[in-house]
């Protein structure tokens, strides 16, 4: 039914201003405002084209797990450079982190991962493939 449907994702922030320059200014993303009033919102449209869509709710409540990941060829880098830019990274008990806050993980799929959050509280992540 939905086979050739162009979908597309979204999520809820508090702040639409504070998301705009997190995702614009700090993670270098492309982002576009669109609506007035209540029905303000952003697209971000991701290296592969794909758009992302972001809404302020009063009532946001952060996402619990990664909304957004973001594939690097080099994560120690990508890590440093999110630091530099003011991002912490965030560091759970079940997961063995390095000094640098990157898991690194074996077998099948990436093979390092670091996760950090937007200023809303969303979780998203930077990983390294094999």
Do not use: C
Not at 42 to 59: D, I, M, R
Not at 105 to 126: E, I, M, R, Y
Request: hydrophobic content about 40%; aromatic content about 10%; charged content about 25%.
């Amino acid at each position: 039914m939905f086979g050739q449907a162009q979908a597309f994702s979204g999520f809820s922030v508090d702040d639409l201003g504070e998301a705009r320059r997190f995702y614009g200014e700090t993670l270098g993303l492309q982002v576009e405002e669109t609506g007035q009033g209540d029905m303000r919102m952003l697209t971000l449209t991701l290296g592969s084209g794909a758009q992302v869509f972001v809404y302020p709710k009063e009532t946001h409540t952060p996402a619990t797990f990664t909304i957004l990941n973001f594939p690097v060829d080099d994560i120690e880098a990508a890590v440093a450079e999110l630091e530099r830019r003011g991002v912490t990274l965030e560091r759970y008990a079940e997961f063995d982190h390095d000094d640098k806050g990157i898991v690194r993980v074996g077998g099948d799929g990436p093979t390092a991962v670091a996760w950090f959050t937007d200023p809303a509280g969303n979780v998203l992540s930077v990983l390294q493939e094999n």
